[in-house]
T-cell receptor, first 110, second 112 residues
Framework: LAKTTQPISMDSYEGQEVNITCSHN???????ITWYQQFPSQGPRFIIQ???TKVTNEVASLFIPADRKSSTLSLPRVSLSDTAVYYC???????????FGSGTKLNVKP | ETGVTQTPRHLVMGMTNKKSLKCEQH?????MYWYKQSAKKPLELMFV???????ENNSVPSRFSPECPNSSHLFLHLHTLQPEDSALYLC???????????FGEGSWLTVV
């Protein structure tokens, strides 16, 4: 089971680009990388998922280097409403062990 | 609205009570999950059901009893809980085990 390591917290200002990096050194060949966002008192919300290289959607981009031992979630031009905890998960596509780490608490300041 | 609905949103129960948490998903998914989130702790995976069959039970105490009568509904039956069981209980579903999971809003449980 691939363990993930993320910074505990990050601060940013409105309008800045934020990059949150996750380490997953023992990622398996079949593992996908998924990021979730969680606001207080709510369930986590899916942001983006990828396997390799770069994935972009309307919310974020996910950069995965060739060795796949890390990944970076990029949030363009953050706003105050992006203040949340961001979780990086590594899981096998064909199995069900989605384990959440401690996540990164992003604090966006005015 | 995530397509996963949990009720009740808040529950206060005594240690001798028996209560149940309910989850319903409207996404046509085949896998459902229960997670527990305590204050300042990571989410803990409790149970996983695939096509109404339990495929994962992460050493959860027997005072928590899951039930999955069909692929759209999941229950968590609670009895003789302890105060340390107070937490946010999250239900989630996915197309099948391993796919992207979608969470409900959670049920806040307080054991007194």
């Amino acid at each position: 089971l691939a363990k993930t390591t993320q910074p505990i917290s990050m601060d940013s200002y409105e309008g800045q680009e934020v990059n949150i990096t996750c380490s997953h050194n023992n990622i398996a060949t079949n593992d996908y990388i998924t990021w979730y966002q969680q606001f207080p008192s709510q369930g986590p919300r899916f942001i983006i998922q990828g396997y390799k290289t770069k994935v972009t959607n309307e919310v974020a981009s996910l950069f995965i280097p060739a060795d796949r031992k890390s990944s970076t979630l990029s949030l363009p031009r953050v706003s105050l409403s992006d203040t949340a905890v961001y979780y990086c998960l590594v899981g096998t596509y064909n199995f069900n062990k989605f384990y959440f780490g401690s996540g990164t608490k992003l604090n966006v300041k005015p | 609205e995530t397509g996963v609905t949990q009720t009740p949103r808040h529950l206060v129960m005594g240690m001798t009570n028996k209560k149940s948490l309910k989850c319903e998903q409207h996404l046509g998914h085949n896998a459902m999950y229960w997670y527990k989130q305590s204050a300042k702790k990571p989410l803990e995976l409790m149970f996983v059901y695939s096509l109404e069959e339990r495929v994962e039970n992460n050493s959860v105490p027997s005072r928590f009893s899951p039930e999955c009568p069909n692929s759209s509904h999941l229950f968590l039956h609670l009895h003789t809980l302890q105060p340390e069981d107070s937490a946010l209980y999250l239900c989630a579903s996915s197309q099948r085990p391993g796919n992207t999971i979608y969470f409900g809003e959670g049920s806040w449980l307080t054991v007194v």
